[in-house]
């Protein structure tokens, strides 16, 4: 887990987190109790600037907006989850989806981008 400058993650009770994970912050990652993330998920609440001008990559800054993971969510290995996102509570992100918008609660989401498969 790395939590950069201005960086906070948040891990409630009961959360199982699996090797190889990454979550990386520069603002905000909270997750809810009773979570399972499994092996290689990547989380991120950060990504960096896309604009014009002939700035250097590493020198246009960043994009920051915090990520919210419900209680009793299970992300299936390999997904990431983008910058802005809330997984509501009770639901399951499947292996290698890639999350670019919110979960609403009990629903399964999966592919890439990840789409509403159905509720659960």
Known sequence: ???????????????????????DSHSRITIGDHTLIAPFVYITDYDHKIERGRKPLLQR????????????VWIGTKAIILKGVTIGRNSVIGAGAVVTRSVPPGCLAAGVPAKIIRKI
């Open 1 to 23: 887990m790395l939590a950069g400058f201005g960086g906070n993650i948040k891990i409630g009770q009961n959360v199982r987190i699996y090797e190889n994970t990454i979550i």
């Open 61 to 72: 800054g960043y994009v920051r907006e915090n990520v919210e993971i419900g209680r009793n």
